[in-house]
Structure formats: structure tokens, C-alpha cells
């Protein structure tokens, strides 16, 4: 018996059994509410590093640190480190086990109520323009507003790394055929790529569903043009009001429109109205939002 036990412990993953230590040490259980799964795999966790690029000069924001293991390798590679977790108890132990490192910051907040230029300050991070990047093993229901959160910010990272569901990261790199306001709101700002996936047995405790690593390259300026952000989603949203639907259809039913207008109006931008939202490309999008802007007797007064 005693031998089958040692066989168990030297087949723990060594992170698997850090963590336990960690959330029995502290008195802590993941929280359902919070989403929280701690990363148990030193392979995967190398990866998200490798992606990330770092350079001792840069600074990295890492939402939802949890109990510091990915913070610890951000600190031996980055200039600062700056940790935003929202977990008030998980903040306290971080701001213990980091308290000595000068370059490293906990901040015991919601990142979606700091603005990122704000994080950047309250980091010491100085100007924002200085660029920095996002790294993260996101809670799977605060993903995509996080992503918007930073992409559509005055202070955009460089590039973000981030551990998002394995469908999530599939519909952001989605081409024409496939495509999503999600997809459409990511690619705007920058170029998404699936660095791996990763399995659920990789955290504690294991989630439902697999994960992927999505490396996001940010644009200095967005890959459209597009004069009035909000106004272009106006339409995009419109269009996958209802998916299903032929664009005359849903443009019509979500910009409250006759539906000759609408059919009149994708004719004009050189796109057929029988075409459904999923198949537009990036600048599709763009065509049609400026020819909708230009012709406001056919638009919404929004438009």
C-alpha cells in the first residue's frame, strides 16, 4: 500500500500538487461564480509564456493571476508586471508572496471597471503610449468582454496571450463563411491565432470544456476604415440580429428598415442580398457601413 501511494505522488503533476498545498494552506476553494480552474501544466504554461514574447524592457498586464504560478514566469521575463485580480482574498495572498519583487504590482479589482490606461498607472507603468502587453488565463464568462475591453481601449496592448474556451478562440479566428460579431469585433483591431489547445485536464479543478491559447497581434490602426466604430457595429450587429436570415432580412428587421431600402443599399456596396451575415469579409463590413452611413434617407437616424 505504502508503494502504490508513492507511485500516486511521483505521478502528480509537481504544479497539480503546489496548488492543493496552496488552497489547503489557505483555507481556499475555487469559486464556481468566479470560474476559477488553476493551470496544473508546466508544458502549457511555457507556451503561454513563449507566445507572450516578452522582453525585459516590456510591461505585461495579467488578468485573473489566481495563485501567482503564471505571475511568477512573467516575472522573470518582463520589465513589470502588473496583476489585476478581483478576488480579494487570492489579492492578499499575491501581494504576500510577491511583496519583495519590485517589479511586480496586485491590483485587487474588476478589470472591467479600470480602464487600461488606469491599470497602467496604478502599476507604475508610466505613460501608456510606452505599449505593453496582455497575458491571461481568462474566466470563461468574462472573455469576450475583457477582449473588447482592451481592444477597443484609447491604450491598446502590443499583443495578447490569452486562455479563452476552445470555441470561443475557434470563432474568433473564423474566416468568411464563418465569421461572427465576435470575430468581426476581434479582427477590426488585430490578427488572432490559435497557438494550441489545451485539454481540461490541464487545470484544478478541470472544467467542462477544452481551452485554447489565443495570441491576439494588435494593429496600430484597425484593419477597416471606419470613421465611426459604434456606428459600423450598429450595422454588423444588425446583420446577425438574425444569422439565419438572408442580409436583406435581418438588415431590414435590425435597422428597422423597408426591405427594398436594405436590398437597395447592399446592391450598392456590390453585395448580393440574398448573402448571409457569416459570409461577409472585414471589409464587407466596411463597404456596406459606408454606404449605409452616406445614405442616411435609407438609414436609421443613428446611422
Do not use: C
Request: cysteine-free.
Amino acid at each position: 500500500m505504502e508503494r502504490r501511494r508513492k507511485r500516486t505522488a511521483q505521478g502528480t503533476p509537481p504544479l497539480l500538487i503546489q496548488t492543493r498545498r496552496l488552497l489547503k494552506q489557505f483555507g481556499i476553494r475555487a469559486k464556481k461564480g468566479l470560474a476559477q480552474h488553476f493551470l496544473i501544466d508546466e508544458t502549457v504554461l511555457h507556451k503561454v509564456v513563449s507566445a507572450a514574447e516578452l522582453r525585459p524592457s516590456e510591461t505585461v498586464v495579467e488578468i485573473g493571476p489566481g495563485l501567482g504560478v503564471l505571475t511568477k514566469e512573467l516575472t522573470a521575463r518582463a520589465g513589470r508586471v502588473i496583476a489585476v485580480e478581483v478576488d480579494a482574498k487570492l489579492a492578499s495572498i499575491l501581494n504576500d508572496t510577491f511583496g519583495s519583487f519590485p517589479n511586480v504590482t496586485i491590483i485587487n479589482a474588476d478589470v472591467l471597471e479600470l480602464q487600461p490606461s488606469e491599470i497602467l498607472i496604478q502599476g507604475g507603468a508610466g505613460s501608456p503610449g510606452e505599449g505593453y502587453k496582455v497575458v491571461a488565463n481568462l474566466p470563461y464568462y468574462i472573455a469576450s468582454p475583457v477582449l473588447r475591453h482592451f481592444l477597443e481601449a484609447s491604450a491598446k496592448p502590443l499583443r495578447m496571450v490569452v486562455m479563452v474556451q476552445k470555441e470561443v478562440g475557434q470563432n474568433i479566428v473564423a474566416k468568411p463563411g464563418h465569421m461572427s460579431l465576435l470575430s468581426i469585433s476581434v479582427q477590426l483591431y488585430g490578427e488572432p491565432a490559435i497557438v494550441a489547445y489545451v485539454p481540461a485536464r490541464s487545470f484544478y479543478p478541470p472544467p467542462k470544456v477544452d481551452s485554447a491559447i489565443l495570441r491576439i497581434d494588435v494593429y496600430q490602426q484597425p484593419a477597416a476604415e471606419v470613421t465611426d466604430v459604434g456606428k459600423f457595429f450598429e450595422v454588423v450587429r444588425a446583420g446577425f440580429s438574425a444569422p439565419r436570415k438572408q442580409l436583406r432580412n435581418a438588415l431590414s428587421q435590425g435597422l428597422s428598415l423597408p426591405p427594398g431600402s436594405a436590398a437597395q443599399l447592399l446592391e450598392e456596396a456590390s453585395i448580393s442580398p440574398q448573402r448571409r451575415a457569416q459570409t461577409l469579409s472585414l471589409d464587407e463590413w466596411a463597404v456596406l457601413y459606408r454606404v449605409f452611413a452616406e445614405h442616411p434617407a435609407h438609414s436609421t437616424e443613428t446611422l
